[in-house]
Nanobody, 115 residues
Framework: QVQLVESGGGSVQPGGSLRLTCAASGITFRLYTISWYRQAPGKQRELVAVITSGGDTNYVDSVKGRFTISRNNAKKTVYLQMNSLKPEDTAVYYC?????????WGQGTQVTVSS
């Protein structure tokens, strides 16, 4: 059974940092492209960051220079380091694993940035 479990969310003041973790099981993790998405209330889910099986990364413009995605294939884990957080980063963050047409989602973790 495939499972993606996100953790590390919480409440933080503007300018603060959080590190999200996505732990995978039930897949050949090293072959998958892993992405972080987020969905704010009343808004569509948007792609935030992606890391390919080869380690290439890409980010939405609004988080470039502030967020860093990385992976540890031995631990079947992907991280999203989020620095200089802004109120507009508030959302539920989801982990997604894709290989060809096969995709899997985690349950999400809430990030709230507020003073």
């Amino acid at each position: 059974q495939v499972q993606l479990v996100e953790s590390g969310g919480g409440s933080v003041q503007p300018g603060g940092s959080l590190r999200l973790t996505c732990a995978a099981s039930g897949i050949t993790f090293r072959l998958y492209t892993i992405s972080w998405y987020r969905q704010a209330p009343g808004k569509q889910r948007e792609l935030v960051a992606v890391i390919t099986s080869g380690g290439d990364t890409n980010y939405v413009d609004s988080v470039k220079g502030r967020f860093t995605i990385s992976r540890n294939n031995a631990k079947k884990t992907v991280y999203l380091q989020m620095n200089s957080l802004k109120p507009e980063d508030t959302a539920v963050y989801y982990c997604n694993a894709m290989l060809g047409a096969r995709g899997h989602w985690g349950q999400g973790t809430q990030v709230t940035v507020s003073s």
